[in-house]
Nanobody, 114 residues
Framework: QVQLVESGGGLVQPGGSLRLSCEAS????????MGWYRQTPENRRELVAS???????VYAESVEGRFTISRDNAKNTVYLQMNSLRPEDTAVYYC????????WGQGIQVTVSS
């Protein structure tokens, strides 16, 4: 089992920044991708950004250039730096850890509003 603990969400004005963190613990694999997804108003969970064990990132087109994903393998932690936030970025964000099994965090609210 892998446990994921997310932090860093909250309320921010449009144009502001937030940094999300997700720490994994438990049966950590040598090779695992980690990433962030968010729940859409249509109740779909869409990719925001992911990063491989080797540090190769993938971004959704809607966040490219505004968000940066990174990871610290020594701390089993993935970060999502979110800049130039927009109201449409408002969502519950979920951390995902994927090795031979996929695990999800409980979700953290990000609200972008004036």
């Amino acid at each position: 089992q892998v446990q994921l603990v997310e932090s860093g969400g909250g309320l921010v004005q449009p144009g502001g920044s937030l940094r999300l963190s997700c720490e994994a613990s438990g049966r950590i694999a040598n090779i695992a991708s980690m990433g962030w997804y968010r729940q859409t108003p249509e109740n779909r969970r869409e990719l925001v950004a992911s990063i491989s064990s080797y540090g190769v990132p993938v971004y959704a087109e809607s966040v490219e250039g505004r968000f940066t994903i990174s990871r610290d393998n020594a701390k089993n932690t993935v970060y999502l730096q979110m800049n130039s936030l927009r109201p449409e970025d408002t969502a519950v964000y979920y951390c995902r850890y994927s090795a031979d099994t996929t695990y999800w965090g409980q979700g953290i609210q990000v609200t972008v509003s004036s």
